[in-house]
């Protein structure tokens, strides 16, 4: 890369701006020649709803990770990053793709997942070379699929679309909150005291700090399931603690509206867990489960999932059994 004077203008910028919002510097290098030479830059769970236009000056990017944020567009300043192979923009609020994605020509990768996409921009038979696209749980109608499966010859997956699908995953929202407690508390009945905040705090750090410190917990989200009657019918999240190593995490508060049992909603639900978790960077999960007739099931589906026992270091309550399962 040249490094100009504009050049070296626009990377100074670009890490004024990763300052302001704390962006660690193993995230963006804050030496300049390092970040000219940037191949890979990852910008997850930042809550970003735009971004600054000296990102042009990556032009050695090739993978781009922007997952769950708070976009409602895709930031044109993305395409105009010709060397990028791998692009993830899930779990955001994106409505519609710009048809500026077709400078993207070397890219191979493209996962959208999880947006709010209605209308799919004419650029199927511009993007032949995609290896793998994901727009699962978007918004399409069945014609708009059946032309995208047709136009791609690779790897694809359109499946699960809010227009139409029994079920959809979303993050846990204060809106959904006291119906996701509501199941819980259901299915697992009695909650111990320092555990019946720890869905207020997923949802509000700031107000409910101490359950962070009564449950030893270093960070904590959750996914709630709804119905096409924007009934929440499951529930599921991932949480870390301060003595686990930073590439592990464990499964919380995992249930199916036992109407819903049985129809393949509680696998599904797993596996969105176990993919958040490796965006995340994590390789281990973990997970208890009380050896009880009434848990036979999700004991079960745990092991069809791959996970195996194994015995903790720390003295538990006997009718405990850990599971744990390399992703």
């Given at each position: 890369?040249?490094?100009?004077?504009?050049?070296?203008?626009?990377?100074?910028?670009?890490?004024?701006?990763?300052r302001t919002l704390n962006i660690h510097e193993t995230i963006i290098p804050s030496d300049i020649d390092e970040l000219a030479s940037l191949e890979t830059l990852i910008l997850y769970n930042l809550q970003l709803t735009t971004l600054p236009n000296e990102l042009s000056a990556l032009v050695n990017l090739k993978n781009f990770y922007l997952a769950s944020n708070?976009?409602?567009?895709?930031?044109?300043?993305?395409?105009?990053?010709?060397?990028?192979?791998?692009?993830?923009?899930?779990?955001?609020?994106?409505?519609?793709?710009?048809?500026?994605?077709?400078?993207?020509?070397?890219?191979?990768?493209?996962?959208?997942?999880?947006?709010?996409?209605?209308?799919?921009?004419?650029?199927?038979?511009?993007?032949?070379?995609?290896?793998?696209?994901?727009?699962?749980?978007?918004?399409?109608?069945?014609?708009?699929?059946?032309?995208?499966?047709?136009?791609?010859?690779?790897?694809?997956?359109?499946?699960?679309?809010?227009?139409?699908?029994?079920?959809?995953?979303?993050?846990?929202?204060?809106?959904?909150?006291?119906?996701?407690?509501?199941?819980?508390?259901?299915?697992?009945?009695?909650?111990?005291?320092?555990?019946?905040?720890?869905?207020?705090?997923?949802?509000?750090?700031?107000?409910?700090?101490?359950?962070?410190?009564?449950?030893?917990?270093?960070?904590?989200?959750?996914?709630?399931?709804?119905?096409?009657?924007?009934?929440?019918?499951?529930?599921?999240?991932?949480?870390?603690?301060?003595?686990?190593?930073?590439?592990?995490?464990?499964?919380?508060?995992?249930?199916?509206?036992?109407?819903?049992?049985?129809?393949?909603?509680?696998?599904?639900?797993?596996?969105?867990?176990?993919?958040?978790?490796?965006?995340?960077?994590?390789?281990?999960?973990?997970?208890?489960?009380?050896?009880?007739?009434?848990?036979?099931?999700?004991?079960?589906?745990?092991?069809?999932?791959?996970?195996?026992?194994?015995?903790?270091?720390?003295?538990?309550?006997?009718?405990?059994?850990?599971?744990?399962?390399?992703?």
């Open positions: 890369m040249q490094n100009n004077t504009h050049t070296s203008a626009a990377l100074k910028k670009l890490i004024e701006w990763a708070s976009f409602t567009e895709l930031p044109l300043v993305v395409c105009k990053l010709e060397k990028l192979e791998v692009l993830w923009i899930m779990n955001n609020r994106i409505k519609e793709l710009p048809n500026e994605i077709t400078n993207l020509s070397k890219l191979k990768e493209l996962v959208v997942f999880d947006n709010d996409i209605e209308a799919f921009p004419n650029i199927g038979f511009e993007m032949q070379h995609l290896e793998y696209f994901n727009l699962r749980s978007s918004k399409l109608s069945a014609e708009d699929i059946t032309t995208l499966e047709k136009n791609f010859k690779g790897k694809c997956d359109f499946s699960n679309q809010k227009i139409d699908a029994k079920f959809r995953i979303e993050p846990l929202k204060i809106e959904t909150l006291s119906k996701a407690k509501k199941l819980r508390d259901t299915v697992f009945g009695d909650t111990k005291e320092e555990e019946k905040f720890t869905l207020d705090a997923a949802v509000n750090k700031e107000s409910f700090k101490g359950v962070y410190e009564d449950n030893a917990v270093n960070y904590m989200k959750y996914w709630v399931a709804k119905n096409r009657d924007d009934i929440v019918i499951g529930l599921i999240g991932i949480y870390t603690e301060p003595e686990d190593d930073e590439k592990s995490c464990s499964l919380g508060w995992f249930c199916i509206d036992e109407a819903y049992r049985g129809l393949g909603y509680g696998k599904e639900l797993l596996e969105y867990a176990e993919m958040e978790a490796a965006l995340l960077g994590m390789e281990y999960m973990h997970l208890y489960i009380e050896d009880t007739e009434k848990f036979k099931s999700t004991m079960e589906l745990y092991k069809s999932k791959g996970f195996i026992e194994y015995v903790p270091i720390r003295n538990q309550a006997k009718y405990d059994i850990y599971l744990s399962k390399k992703l």
